[in-house]
Each structure stands twice: as C-alpha cells, then as structure tokens.
C-alpha cells in the first residue's frame, strides 16, 4: 500500500541548483535587510527597491535548473503518495515533475493584486503601474515577514496524516513552517538531511540523520523508501 510521505524543503535543496539561500552570516538578502525586501513596512517605504529586487530574483530562477535531489523526489512518486512543503518560492520542484507542492511563503512567478483575492501567473518584470483587471497595483505573490501564512492549514493537515516525514535543506528555524514537525504523530519515521543537521535528537522516536547535502542524501532516502515499497 502506498504510504503517505510528506517533504519539508527549505532554501538548502535550491542552493545546489545556484539559487542563494535566504540570508547569509550577517542576516542580508543579496546586500539588503531581508525588512527592506520582505515586509509590508518595506514595500510602502520603497516600493521600487521591492520590485527590482524581485524582478532580479525571478530573472536568477529563468537561468537555473532542478537537480538531482528535485528529480529524486519525482521518482518518489511512483510508490507512494508524496506532498511537498516547501519555504521555497521558486518553482524548481514543478519544473522537475512533482505534482503536489505546497508554498508556504508564496511564489516567485506570480503577483497578486493588492485591492482584491486575484493572484496571476507572472515570469516578466513587476512594476509601478501594474495592475489587476480591478485596478488594483500588483505585489509579488510573497509571503512576507509579519504577514499571514495561506497555506499554513493545508500544510499541517498534509503533516498530520504523513507515515513518512522527510526534512531536506531547511534549518527548522523559521516559524511557522518549523512547527510543522509538532503534527507529525510519534511513532512517524523522520529523515533529517542536511550538512549540519540542527535537531534534538531526543526529541523524535524514529529519527534518521543523514549529514549530506540534498543532492547526496535525497537519493538515498528516495532509493531506500521505493526499495522498501509493496
């Protein structure tokens, strides 16, 4: 019988496809304030700094591709029923073939207006004087800091009926997404990838750590779970 395994990616899983993460050492975004960038406050002081920022970003994610760790999870598919929860905003894991994916902090190619619901695919250039068919002004369809996480329901209802979690390129530090792992019932085996896995190992009954970068190590649990598979 197919099992139900659900995958917390975080920015590690993009990183080895050339995307940079979030934020390096010093707590910056591509040399600015992630508050400049990702906060409500920093769209209404500079609303242009804002889109040119992103505009950057969107530009970045039209010249890399999925890897070996996106293509893994694919092949996931084939056995068992798989829901991605991803921090990510690109759309490297569609690009790859996965088929349910979840994005928590929105999505890099697609703008939302901000007078009404409408949300729009979007891979050109975002800019004043954009707007909805209402008349409305577009924002990048990014979740940003000290807003509200949409599909944050739909992610701990895919959590709480996993019976496999797997944990790849995320430092489990950024709420509300690292909550997530509160949902999972006790007895669900966990495998946590990542370098420098941050983790209590105490705190899982069923924890598997696997201290590889995502190319090395998603292949390995997806080989293992299609191996153990009816």
Known sequence: MKKNVVILTGAGISAESGLKTFRDAEGLWEGHDVMEVASPQGFANNPALVFDFYNQRRQQLSEVSPNIAHYSLVELEQKHKVTIITQNVDNLHERAG??????LHGELLKVRSMGSDQVIDWTKDLNLGDFCEEGYQLRPHIVW??????MMTRAVEAT??????????????????ASLINFIAVDTPVYFIDPRPSIDEDSLKHLTLISKN????????????IDKAP
């Open 98 to 103: 996965s088929t349910n994916v979840l994005h």
């Open 145 to 150: 800091f000290g807003e509200d996480v949409p």
């Open 160 to 177: 709480s009926m996993a019976d496999v979690l797997i944990i790849v390129g995320t430092s489990m530090q950024v709420y509300p997404a």
């Open 214 to 225: 995502a190319t090395n190590g998603v292949p390995i649990v997806v080989a293992d779970l």
